[in-house]
């Protein structure tokens, strides 16, 4: 179970780096599967969609999704009105 401890532990550097390929992995089978040249049963296209989240939810722990979110502030798209 070392092997695995690094992906529960969110001040790891391997936490961040496999959250982030696992969104884009599930990011471009998305828009394949949106310009039609990928075909997802209903299943597959509920789990894969649920795998986006879960990582979101992941790199949000980590200091990636903290730096990110700071980001979209300073850039004004979260900024209360």
């Known amino acids: 179970m070392k092997l ?7 001040q790891s550097r391997k ?3 496999y959250y982030s390929v696992v969104l884009a992995s599930i990011s471009i089978i998305l828009t394949l599967e949106g310009m039609s040249m990928v075909h997802l049963s209903i299943t597959e296209h509920v789990g894969t969609y649920f795998e986006g989240f879960f990582s979101l939810y992941m790199i ?3 200091d990636i999704g903290r730096s990110f979110l700071q980001n979209l502030n300073h850039v004004g798209l979260f900024q209360r009105k």
Not at 4 to 10: C, I, R, W
Request: overall charge positive.
């Open 4 to 10: 695995f401890a690094s992906l529960h532990n969110p």
């Open 15 to 17: 936490y961040g780096i």
């Open 60 to 62: 949000s722990r980590h």
